[in-house]
């Protein structure tokens, strides 16, 4: 009896030791030595760095390593120049940016190259958060707002916030993250109250030694609603002036400040067109505001009209006619695709067309369209796919990554955005590999040719080491074979699964409309009286002669924004890529693929296929079970099972209801649906698949 308690008391302790929330990240290193730092300057970001090393430190034990601050031609910005024993650059952010590379290459046992400079993509690496000043966070799958709290606690701050934000701030530096915009683009009028901005400035306090700048999404009207002013017109004098003065009253408080985030005229939300006047002239107004003090306005192009033919031609057919009339610290944030941030979408064609006006990309790291936090699913495939996709606009290898670096354009400044997933949850983003898609924002804005394979490796290498306590007995080939590689392939194949059993072929925006939620299927939902691109029929236009959407020449012509060969190349349904079918064309459903089957038939083996594909994953995942702590373990099992179900509601309600028209048979030869249409049409789906 004694013998059994003190066992049962030795398993929980050792089960103690192995729980695993998944809170400390990428972050895991524990040095295995002691490093001799040599650095000439002292500040609380060398600091920082100094401690990274002496807590991270897996080379040589007892080795020496050098930090200059030293001006070098080759090192641009934050950037680097990086040996085994020593690390320059020309600001002592870039140390730091040094510190966690040569840490992470020590970790994953990537080679140092002596002397190799690493120099970032773009200027400003930003993550914007959907946060509203109530804590709770719009799209957000992760808990409440690690920034903003209920009312009861008001803007208080207090040790518990600065702990929390100061891991905040570490893991971002640590992927070369330097800026976060604090609010929600749908801003509250309070934001730019004194009392939040007494807020602002304490969190710029915690985030300011890791080189991260704050921002701030800000209402158009702010001058009205918080200013006392009759109007908020971009042109009248007093609210020029208004403008001026809270620049003035933010700088004073937050010396470093980085500037605002506008969505205006968009949803719902105030702008410049409200008083007649253009998206320049607002945003040029609020440049001038910030000017002085190096600030920047980020103008997102997100704009659509209720009762527009083709919501996808919106952003291009307002903002090109403007291109040139922006100021320099003016920035347009563009979203990756037209419509919003679908499982695939090809590039929004702003890209390389604005020539004369800085253009940055938004991404979505949150999950909106993507699974919220159920599914698995590594965004960085999609990603490379649309940084690498070619516009064409200045020739061939005018890729999107190089209209919006630098490379091809003169901009004075260059950005890209991230809207984060980030909430008050234990492990941060709700699953425990919406972590990776956190890390790959950051690795790809840093540097946006490294390929997304690249990044899992060292995502997976970093975040379940194979030199962790459980783990220590396994050899490290016996790890990367068994672990590494196919828990590496699943992540490669995610986003393509769900591609498969969501919206396959071009297919988008047909999800479930009960409750606004963009979770599961909704291909039928057309509520009385809702605006017609708020409804799935809009986008997926099926009827008894065919599904699609027809963007050519002969349809809403959105293939005219795109630059040769792009535009005859998807007008053309014989060199359309069938990745883009949908988008593009209205088909018949006897249309022949390819492959030499008919649309129909291609469309149910594709959602089958989605299926499979996640089944699979929960195969995968079960064998890696000696790998892997208990808790992430039976964590992102649980959820696996979820996202099969998810699956098959996806697969059952969207190819049901696409029967009805198509009146053909889902082929013999895969697994016949589970679910009733009926059912999935009378349930909110959110409830039904927990
Ligand atoms: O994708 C849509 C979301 C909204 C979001 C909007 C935007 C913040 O459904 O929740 O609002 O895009 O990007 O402005």
Request: hydrophobic share 35%; glycine share 6%.
């Amino acid at each position: 009896m004694k013998n059994k308690l003190i066992c049962l008391i030795l398993l929980a302790f050792s089960l103690n030791l192995q729980a695993e929330n998944g809170h400390s990240l990428w972050l895991r290193a524990k040095s295995s030595g002691t490093v001799n730092i040599v650095c000439a300057k002292s500040s609380l970001t060398l600091a920082i760095a100094k401690q990274e090393l002496e807590q991270g430190w897996l080379g040589q034990n007892g080795a020496k390593i050098v930090l200059t601050v030293k001006k070098d031609k080759a090192i641009e910005n934050d950037g680097y120049k990086l040996s085994e024993n020593e690390i320059q650059a020309n600001t002592e952010l870039g140390i730091l940016y040094g510190v966690y590379e040569l840490l992470r290459r020590q970790q994953t046992g990537e080679a140092i190259i002596q002397n190799e400079i690493c120099n970032p993509s773009y200027q400003r690496r930003i993550l914007n958060h959907w946060d509203n000043l109530d804590g709770t966070v719009e799209r957000g799958y992760a808990g409440l707002s690690i920034f903003w709290h209920d009312e009861e606690k008001g803007y208080a701050v207090t040790d518990k916030d600065r702990a929390l934000w100061t891991e905040y701030a570490r893991a971002n530096s640590s992927i070369g993250i330097n800026g976060a915009v604090l609010n929600n683009v749908n801003s509250s009028k309070l934001m730019l109250t004194s009392e939040c901005l007494e807020k602002v400035k304490a969190i710029a306090e915690v985030l300011r030694p890791y080189g991260i700048k704050t921002y701030l999404s800000v209402k158009f009207s702010s001058p009205s609603l918080i200013g006392g002013l009759q109007t908020s017109d971009p042109l009248n004098p007093e609210v020029i002036k208004w403008w001026k003065e809270k620049a003035n009253e933010i700088y004073n408080i937050i010396p470093d400040f980085g500037g605002f985030l506008i969505k205006a005229n968009s949803e719902g939300q105030p702008g410049p067109q409200d008083f007649g006047r253009t998206h320049a002239d607002g945003a040029n107004m609020l440049a001038d505001a910030v000017k002085p003090f190096g600030g920047i306005i980020m103008w997102r192009a997100f704009v659509y009209e209720a009762n527009s033919n083709d919501r996808a031609c919106q952003a291009y057919k307002e903002f090109m006619p403007l291109d040139g009339q922006f100021r320099d610290n003016v920035i347009i944030q563009v979203k990756n695709g037209p419509v919003d941030f679908q499982p695939r979408e090809p590039f929004t064609p702003l890209f390389g067309a604005m020539k004369k006006t800085s253009v940055m990309p938004e991404l979505q790291i949150t999950q909106e369209y993507l699974g919220h936090s159920v599914q698995l699913v590594y965004l960085a495939t999609m990603w490379e796919e649309f940084l690498k996709s070619d516009t064409y606009q200045e020739g061939n290898g005018s890729t999107v990554a190089r209209t919006t670096d630098g490379s091809i354009f003169p901009q004075k400044y260059t950005a890209i955005a991230g809207v984060a997933n980030i909430g008050l949850d234990s492990n941060w983003c709700g699953h425990h590999f919406a972590q990776a898609n956190w890390y790959a924002f950051g690795r790809m804005a840093w540097n946006n040719q490294l390929t997304s394979e690249q990044i899992a490796d060292e995502w997976l290498k970093l975040t379940f080491s194979a030199k962790d306590e459980k783990t220590t007995t396994f050899h490290a080939a016996d790890w990367q074979k068994n672990f590494l590689v196919p828990v590496k392939q699943l992540m490669m194949e995610s986003r393509e699964a769900a591609v498969n059993y969501s919206m396959p072929l071009g297919l988008h925006h047909i999800f479930a409309g009960l409750n606004n939620t963009h979770y599961g299927p909704g291909p039928w939902f057309a509520p009385k009286g809702i605006r017609k691109d708020w409804t799935p029929a809009y986008y997926h236009k099926a009827d008894s002669l065919g599904i699609g959407f027809d963007r050519t020449s002969k349809g809403s012509d959105a293939v005219s924004q795109y630059h040769e060969p792009l535009k005859s190349l998807f007008n053309n349904v014989e060199t359309c890529p069938e990745l883009y079918l949908l988008w593009f064309h209205h088909l018949p459903w006897d249309y022949k693929m390819k492959n030499g089957r008919i649309l129909w038939d291609e469309l149910c083996y594709t959602y089958d296929k989605g299926v499979n594909e996640v089944r699979q994953f929960q195969k995968t995942w079960d064998k890696v079970e000696p790998y892997v702590d208990v808790q992430r373990f039976s964590e992102v099992q649980s959820k696996l099972r979820r996202q099969c179900r998810d699956a098959q509601v996806w697969k059952d309600g969207c190819l049901l209801y696409f029967q009805q028209f198509s009146k053909r048979p889902i082929p013999f030869d895969i697994e016949r649906p589970v679910y009733d249409l009926n059912y999935l049409q009378k349930t909110d789906l959110t409830d039904m698949l927990k």
